[in-house]
């Protein structure tokens, strides 16, 4: 059971270069997340998915595409990278709270460090 | 989504109990409260979570007032390895929207020898 995966681990871009990062889990989540982390800060919600097929805006969704064909995936792009997008990318997962009749948690992945010069 | 406020940065010794306080004064009624550890370069762990009164799990304990205004993390006897940034996360974690959440910037909690 590896839980949450994120490929790649790194990533150095260019500006105006597209990539797209991978998220895998293997626990059968309903939901699951991209968030952005910069320096000495929380984590910001990009966007979001509550199910296979679905997604929506989360706080900061500007320069960011989203797409989650399968239940087990969930891929962040971005299609003309900017310097204002280094920053380290967590994906997340977690049951839906009336799924489970327990405590609410999402899992994260060990993160991609994105650096866009 | 109720916005909370910790302290930025606390620091402790290892053995000693430490008690972080998060301020959510605009809670819903609908609301929990949710906080998590990170340490550097990983992901976000859940560490526990609560409606009111007192949640107690393996890892720590966490208070929370009659008015829910706001709440306490408890972790008992903290070692070396307890440190890192919690957060304390408030939200409706209930329906189909998922959990939409906002992480502030978190407490750094730094245990010394």
């Known amino acids: 059971n590896a839980g949450v995966t994120q490929t790649p681990k790194f990533r150095v871009l260019k500006t105006g270069q597209s990539m797209t990062l991978l998220c895998a889990q293997d626990m059968n989540h309903e939901y699951m997340y991209w968030y952005r982390q910069d320096p000495g800060m929380g984590l910001r919600l990009i966007h979001y998915?509550?199910?296979?097929?679905?997604?929506a805006k989360g706080e900061v969704p500007d320069g960011y595409n989203v797409s989650r064909l399968k239940k087990q995936n969930f891929l962040l792009g971005l299609e003309s990278a900017a310097p204002s997008q280094t920053s380290v990318y967590f994906c997340?997962?977690?049951?839906?709270?009336?799924?489970?009749?327990?405590?609410?948690?999402?899992?994260f992945g060990p993160g991609t460090r994105l650096t866009v010069t | 989504l109720a916005k909370t406020t910790q302290p930025i940065s606390m620091d402790s010794y290892e053995g000693q109990e430490v008690n972080i306080t998060c301020s959510h004064n605009?809670?819903?009624?609908?609301?929990?409260i949710t906080w998590y550890q990170q340490f550097p370069s990983q992901g976000p762990r859940f560490i526990i979570q609560?409606?009111?009164t007192k949640v107690t799990n393996e890892v720590a304990s966490l208070f929370i007032p009659a008015d829910r205004k706001s709440s306490t993390l408890s972790l008992p006897r903290v070692s070396l390895s307890d440190t890192a940034v919690y957060y304390c996360l408030v939200g409706d974690i209930r329906g189909t929207g998922g959990f939409k959440t906002i992480f502030g910037a978190g407490t750094r909690l730094f245990v010394k020898a």
């Open positions: 609560g409606y009111k």
């Open positions: 997340a997962s977690s049951y839906s709270f009336t799924a489970r009749d327990r405590t609410y948690e999402q899992y």
């Open positions: 605009n809670i819903a009624t609908n609301d929990y």
């Open positions: 998915s509550v199910g296979e097929g679905t997604t």
